[in-house]
């Protein structure tokens, strides 16, 4: 009996030590960039850019639909340039794209982790591009939309 409570209590102790981090990635960074564009599904696409929260970094993004208009291509593209004497690097922690339907409803969606990787200012931008499944219905008139989210801060 004691060697079980021993135990227990390391594990508890183990399990204490590691709730904040655990809690850090569930609560994760803010949101940054929250950007909805419709792509028509007739073989065209979408673009877009936005400036990332609180600073001059931005994200481009195009929406490229593939032969057979079953699945769609985004390509992101984060780029950061100032004129500023004291610059912080812009923290990207983690990027959710995701398809939806004309109604809202989201059909497909992926999540990239890049690992919290740094965009230095006037440096090389960074890049990144997902497949997602596009709707049915859409395929054949109206569209879908493109929902990209951008989570991160300064350093």
């Known amino acids: 009996m004691k060697r079980n409570g021993r135990a227990l209590a390391i594990i508890g102790i183990v399990i204490a030590a590691c709730s904040p981090v655990i809690l850090h990635a569930q609560g994760g960074a803010p949101l940054q960039v929250d950007v909805r564009v419709r792509a028509k599904g007739n073989g065209m696409g979408a673009s ?3 400036q990332i929260e609180n600073g001059t970094a931005t994200v481009s993004g195009r929406v490229q639909n593939l032969p057979g208009n079953e699945t769609a291509l985004v390509r992101l593209r984060f780029d950061y340039h100032t004129n500023a004497d004291i610059a912080l690097d812009e923290i990207i922690d983690r990027i959710v794209i995701s398809i939806e339907d004309l109604s809202g409803n989201q ?3 992926v999540t990239m982790d890049p690992d919290t990787i740094h965009l230095n200012p006037n440096r090389v931008p960074l890049y990144y591009s997902a497949t997602l499944y596009t ?5 054949i008139r109206g569209g879908y939309f493109v929902h990209v989210q951008v989570y991160g801060n300064y350093e």
């Open 135 to 139: 709707p049915d219905r859409p395929r």
């Open 107 to 109: 059909f497909s969606t």
């Open 48 to 50: 877009f850019q936005r």
